[in-house]
């Protein structure tokens, strides 16, 4: 069968029987990524009773249904669980802590990513020092978001 590139949502091809078959699994799959969200941080283990439409990160050690899809998007449908594989770059909304989640070198990033650290403003021939209390507070508040390291 053949499939996308990134994402290998299935395709349908010429002359195929059931091709509503195909055309659905597709459209289940693209359900679960369009909406860019998983419930909470990657777990190992499938919830006890999802509800359709949850999606969900799997962990680094899954089990039962999820077994040996290690990172993949678990969405749940009417028919069960569909997995994806994710691709570089996909990022999604984790719901329960407002933060995201980024595919990227081949594992889940969660939450801000931190630059590297900027000093506080120090030294020179010229000192001014309206301008370097108003250059350490905009660190210290991009430090607080966790957008640069501290």
């Known amino acids: 069968m053949d499939v996308t590139e ?52 799997v962990g680094t050690s899954p089990s039962g249904a999820w077994a040996g899809k290690a990172g993949h998007v678990a969405g749940h449908t009417a028919g069960g669980w569909r997995l994806v594989a994710p691709a570089a770059g996909m990022t999604l909304l984790v719901k329960s802590t407002g933060t995201f989640a980024t595919y990227r070198a081949g594992a889940w990033e969660i939450g801000p990513q931190a630059a590297a650290a900027i000093l506080n403003p120090s030294g020179g021939s010229t000192v001014d020092t309206e301008a370097r209390t108003a250059i350490a507070a905009m660190l210290a508040a991009l430090r607080s978001h966790g957008l640069i390291a501290t």
Do not use: F, M, W
């Open 6 to 57: 990134r994402l290998k949502i299935p395709l349908l091809s010429s002359g195929q029987a059931q091709k509503e078959v195909v055309h659905n699994e597709a459209l289940l799959i693209a359900d679960i990524l369009l909406c860019g969200a998983v419930e909470e941080p990657p777990r190992n283990a499938p919830p006890s009773s999802p509800t359709a439409g949850q999606a969900y990160i």
